[in-house]
C-alpha cells in the first residue's frame, strides 16, 4: 500500500511498491496486489482492510512525515482499535537522530512519536512501526521516503517475515542484456531452454531497455545449491544461443562492461564523435576508473572541426560527405594518432530530424574503429527519434569496443 | 486497476496508472485508488468489485492480448454475469489491422474477439471495451500497451467521461523548474503566494527532479479564462520569488532553454569538458538543431589533451593542478579560440569515487566561460555519487550559458 495525495494525482510515480515487489519475490514471498490511496482516512482504511482480509501480511509506505497531511499514524490506530500513545522508543530515536545531525528538532515534530498503542519501532533511525493484525498477520508501517522505506523493508521487514512464514521455495534469478537482436529473435533462440535442460521451473521474461532487451531468467527449488547450478546452466546455455549478443549481465550496463574490458585489456582510447555528441565519453566516464583507458574526445559537429582536430581532408569532405566510410575512416585515424592511444573510435551520421536525403536519410550513421592504423568501417540505417538514433549510434560504438577486446579479429577480419 | 503477474513480481515498473491519473486530474476527474494485481482471476474480480463498490469509474489497463495468460474478458464475463460472444465489430476490426500491415492474422489471435456480451468495442485499432455496471457506472477495459492504452484513454475514454459526468471544476497546471536553490529554499520563496494573489484554490507541489526542483502550481475555479488568468498570474509571481532560478517551464528541460537561447541569441559555442566526459555536449545535442551553435567540443580527460588541444600550459597545471581557476580559465580561452566561437566553456573537477584531496575533495569542480576574450572562473563543491557529481557539473555549466544570453552582465560583471 502506497499512501500518497501526489501519488494518485499522478504527479509523482512511485517506485516503492515496484521496488518491495521485486525484492520479496526472491525470498519466496509474494505479492498479491499493490494499491494507491490519496491522504485520505476512509480510502486509507478501507484499502487497509481489504488488504487484510486477503493477504498474510501488509507493507505500508507513505503518511509518515511531521506534517499535517501524514495521518497514517491515526488511521493505523482507527483500523485497529488502539489508541495513539506516546512512544518513548521513538522519542528517544528522535533526540538521538537530531543530535547526531547536531540540529535542533524542528517544530512539530512530536507527531512522529505518538504511535498507535503497543507498536513495535523498527528501525532507529527512521520512523517505521509494525503492528499486528488477528491470526498473527503483521503490518509494517514505513515512510514513503525510498531510502528509509529501503532501509527497513532490507533490514527488518524481510528477515521477519521470513522467519515468520519460512517459504519453502528458493527463488533464484539472473539477467541478460542483449543488444542487436529484437525481442522476437531473442526470444526464438531461447525457445525450449527449459526443457532442454530439463528444468520445468524456469520461466524467462522479456523486458525492453532500448537500445538492449533484458531477459530475467527465474527459476525456483527447495534446495539452495541446486537451484545455483541450476541458474547456472541456464545462463551459461543462453550466452551459447545468444551468440556474442550478450553485452552485460547482473544489472550491468554496456558502458559497464565495455570500460572494464577496456581497463582489463590495457587498451587506451580517443573518441571522434559527431552525431552522438559526446554521449559516447559520457557513458564511459560514468564508469569510475575510466581515465586510466579513455585519453580523450574530439566531439566534431562542424566540418571545420572534422578537418581541424582529426585531420579529415576537404577533399573527402567534399567528395564523399561527412557521413561516409571514408570520413569515418580519416576521423577515427586521426583521432587515434594525434591523441596517441590504442585504439580511434569514429561516428559520424544524422540524427534528425533535419538533414536527410534520399541517399542518406536521417538515421544513416558510419563507424569507424582504428587500432594500430587499421581501419574497419561499417554503414546503419537506424529509425526513431533523434534521442533513439543517437543511443542506438552510442550503442554500437560501445559494443565494437567490447567485441574488439573480446577478439581482436572482430576488426581485423573486415 | 493494472493487470499483470510481471508487476506484482516487480520486474516491470507499470506507468499506465500514474499517466492516465495525470491525465484525469485536470479534467476534474479524480483518481481514488491505484490497484494493480497479478493475472489471477479471483484477485481481479475482487478487486474489480471493491473498485465498483467505492468509484463511480473504473479504467482497467492489461490482460488483453491473444495468449493464454490474458484473461481479462473472461474476468469481466463472470463479474458482469454476462455470456462470452464473438463481437463482429472486434473481428472487422482485427481483419482491417492485419490487411493493413500486409500480414496474415497469427494463430490464437480469435481469441480477442471474443468479448462479454454488450460490450462497447472502443477503437478500430486496438482490443479495448466498455461494460456499463449497475447504477451507470463504466468500466473500461484497455491493452497495458503504454501507447494503445494512452489513445484509447486520450481518444475515447477522457471525453466519455466528460460527457457523463460533467465536472463542474476546471484545473489548471504550469510546471517551473528550478536549478541552483534547494527544495526548502524554493518552498521559503514561495510560501503566501496564494493569499498574495488570492486564489485560494491554488496548489503547490514540490518534486525533486535531480539536481533540479519542479513545482507545480495547480488551480481549479468554474471559468477557463479566468482559470487561464490566474495561472499566468501565478506563474509570473513565481518567477518574480524565484529570481533568476527557474531555468525550464511547461515540461521542458535546462538543455532546452539554453539550446534554444543560443540559437536565438546567435551565438556559437565550444566546450572544453573534463570530469563531465561528454555530458554537456550530448545534453546540448539531445536539442534538434543544435548543430547551429554547437561547433565542437573537446573532451579532455588527460593533461597530455588539455595541452595539446586546448593550449593549457604545462606550468599552469604544475603550480595550480588540472582542477582550478587558471586551467578552466585556460581551456575556456583554448577552446573558444581554438575553434574560433563567441563562447568558451569548460569543466574541471573531480567525479570521484577516487581522485580527492583535503586540499580538493570529491566533488570539487571549476567552470570557465569566455566570451571576447573576457573570462569567468568559479569553483564549486558539490556532494554526491560520481553520476551526480558529474549532473550538477554538466547543469552548472548550461545554467551559465543560460544566463549570460539572458543578461551578458552575468559575465562582464564577475
Redesign the interface.
Known sequence: MCIGD??????????N?????????PMGL?????????D?PP?IK??LK?ALD?ADFVLVSGGLGATEDDITAQVAADVFALPLAESRRMVKNLRYFFQSMGKTPPEGIDRLTWLPQGAEVLSRASAGFKLTAPQGKPVYFMPGVPREMHHITEHHVIPQLVEQFQPDQIRKSGELLIFGLDELEVQKRLKGIAGELGIPSLNL?Y?PRFPEVAV?FSLSGKQNQKADQDLAAVLKAAYRRLDGHVVAKGGQTLAQTTAHALADHNLTLA?A?S????????S???V????SF?????????N??KE??LGVSSQTLAEHGAVSHETAREMALGAAS??GTDLGLSVTGI????GGSPEKPVGTVYFGLCHQEKVMTKGYLFSGS??QV?LQAAHTALDWLRRFTEDHAFLYSH
Chains 1, 2 share one sequence.
Open positions: 501526489e501519488l494518485v494525482s499522478g504527479k509523482v510515480v512511485d517506485e511498491a515496484r521496488w518491495a515487489a521485486a525484492r520479496l519475490w509474494d505479492v498479491k496486489a499493490m494499491i494507491t490511496v490519496g485520505d480510502a478501507s484499502a481489504q486477503s521474461g523486458y530475467i573518441l564523435e552525431c552522438t555528441g559526446g554521449l559516447i565519453g559520457h564511459l566516464t560514468e569510475a576508473g575510466s581515465s579513455f585519453m580523450r574526445g574530439y566531439i566534431v559537429y562542424s571545420q572541426a581541424e582536430l594525434r591523441a540524427a534528425g530530424p533535419g533523434r534521442e543517437k
